[in-house]
């Protein structure tokens, strides 16, 4: 493919005057002539990754820019208002029915919608994008038209924004969900078999599904018929989930196998119990009926990317299919500074008695930096509430339920802490709302939980993804501060298994990461 340096002035007029950023050609000359069906770029927050990806899709007839979240897809949209944006339909209004969101469209080929092809806004929105060379989608919106209605797939590039999430969006689409509440309507009772290695667990599992799937269907029947007479909106409604539930006991029918799990949760939303099924990896037969043959060519891009053997494991790849490059932050290091001070051995045989060493070294830090506001991730719980427990004014945590209302109280108060085990990920800091980080325990996966400690005594494999999966957790976490340039947040990193994982697998960590990093 012939390389366009000039493809960034040229196509994207907020760019129009723009220059390259260290690193952003190489990685677009990189991407475009890479022989392999998926290049990963590890590009740092600031590094202009948005830039790289749709100069790349521009050297394309027509390409696909996923995201992860809609403030994502709204950012994008804005810096490139020449690519058009697709977003799921609750995002439109229905014409037909104005107190109802698209999501709610009644329309079904049983019941059809006049108004579909003529003033129908999603449908038009789609048409639109469909047709269009630059489009911005997200994950779950590929999923679902990609591989239910058929649209939205076939495309010679895919950009694959935040890819470290990429193996959850794929999970969450192929694992098989089932409330309690929809088992008491069907009046059937969870699987025998809790397990696909006990005796007959497959075939258990499969005449269990095959037999809701059975009763749905005939369900489905009963309400066809009521949809042909005119039945109300809910019947529609409930038609459409119902068929949708049958999507997913077809993808589980097709693929469980013995290396399925199975378990009791409890949901997030009603906190009662919901029964999943998942594999404990996704298996090449998976990722490529659902995701990658949407595309001739995807790339992955995030700040933290696993080593490649086991994002191979993770997205049903051989490593032999991956190129990856890195690019370096163009945020001074001295501006993100990562400070290793171990003071305690937070791992469960010594976690008592190294306990009052964090609290005491926790102590110091916010006292040098009393008037400043900053956040301790801890991981756990039980660090959480020791850390509350010392009674320090200016900490402010969090349950499950109120963690919105809470931060909003903690961007609001000056000097005030941010203490908790759930806030790697998507916390976005700038300047005076974080100006240091205390990671107080090596982020690593409860074993308590079933898939993390299947992955961990399964294989050898296992035991490297659970390292890899701190590993990014820590750099993630270490990155809520620092937003944009100008920005500066220091990091103290006081467990001693983060040491221990930094000395004893350095390659797990990306290199501009460990530039920053030096004992305090
Ligand atoms: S197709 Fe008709 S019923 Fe469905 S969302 Fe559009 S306007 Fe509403």
């Known amino acids: 493919m012939d390389f366009n340096p000039h493809i960034l002035t040229q196509r994207f007029s907020h760019f129009s005057q723009a220059q390259y950023r260290p690193g952003q050609l190489e990685a677009i000359r990189y991407i475009l002539t890479s022989p392999k069906p998926v290049t990963v770029l590890i590009a740092p927050t600031g590094s202009g990754k948005s830039i790289i990806g749709m100069c790349s899709m521009a ?5 696909s820019y996923l995201c992860s979240s809609r403030q994502l897809q709204a950012q ?8 058009k944006l697709m977003m799921g339909r609750s995002n439109f209004q229905c014409d037909l029915n104005l107190h109802l969101t698209c999501a709610e469209c009644v329309h079904t080929k049983l019941s059809p919608c006049v108004l579909k092809h003529i003033t129908c806004e999603y449908e038009q929105q789609k048409q639109e994008v469909l047709k269009h060379p630059l489009q911005i989608l997200n994950y779950s919106y590929l999923l679902y038209e990609g591989n239910y209605v058929g649209k939205f797939s076939d495309y010679p590039l895919i950009i694959c924004d935040e890819a470290d999430t990429l193996e959850s969006k794929l999970a969450g689409f192929v694992n098989l969900t089932i409330p309690s509440s929809l088992l008491q ?29 059975s009763v749905v269907e005939t369900e489905l029947a009963i309400l066809k018929a009521d949809i042909m007479e005119g039945a109300s909106e809910d019947t529609i409604k409930l038609f459409k989930r119902l068929e949708s539930f049958v999507g997913r006991l077809r993808i589980f029918l097709a693929h469980v196998d013995q290396t ?26 998976l990722t490529r009926e659902y995701f990658w043959r949407h595309g001739q060519k995807h790339v992955l891009m ?30 001074p290091a001295c501006n993100r500074p990562v400070l290793l001070k171990p003071v305690a051995d937070m791992s469960r045989r010594t976690f008592d008695t190294d306990l009052p060493h964090l609290l005491a070294e926790i102590a110091k830090i916010l006292t040098k930096h009393r008037h400043e506001r900053g956040v301790i991730h801890t991981k756990s719980w039980r660090i959480a509430e020791a850390v509350m427990g010392t009674g320090n004014p200016r900490l402010i945590t969090h349950q499950g339920q109120d963690k919105h209302e809470a931060l909003t109280r903690f961007k ?18 700038p300047d005076d709302q974080c100006r240091f980080i205390i990671i107080a325990k090596a982020p690593y996966e409860s074993l308590a939980d079933k898939l993390v400690s299947s992955r961990v005594y399964g294989s050898s494999l296992g035991k490297y993804w659970y390292k890899s999966a701190c590993a990014q957790d820590i750099v993630q976490a270490s990155g809520r501060g620092v937003r944009h340039e100008q920005d500066y947040c220091v990091t103290y990193l006081l467990d001693k298994q983060i040491e221990l994982l930094l000395t004893k697998h350095a390659g797990l960590f990306p290199r501009y990461w460990k530039q920053a990093v030096d004992y305090a």
């Open 59 to 63: 050297h394309h007839p027509r390409a």
């Open 76 to 83: 994008i949209t804005t810096d490139f208002p020449e690519a």
């Open 185 to 213: 309507r069907l009046n059937i009772t969870p699987p025998a078999r809790k397990t696909a290695t006990s005796k007959d667990g497959v075939s258990v599992w499969q005449a269990w599904a095959k037999k809701i799937k």
């Open 260 to 285: 399925w799990l199975y378990q009791q949760l409890e949901s997030r939303y009603s906190h009662r119990p919901v029964w999943t099924f998942q594999p404990v990896w996704l298996t090449p037969a």
């Open 302 to 331: 995030s700040a933290t990317m696993p080593p490649k053997p086991i994002l191979a494991q993770l997205l049903g790849l051989s490593s032999g299919d991956i190129d990856v490059i890195e690019i370096d932050s163009t945020f």
């Open 412 to 429: 609001q108060q000056p000097s005030s802490v941010w203490v908790s085990p759930s806030s790697e990920r998507g916390l976005d800091l």
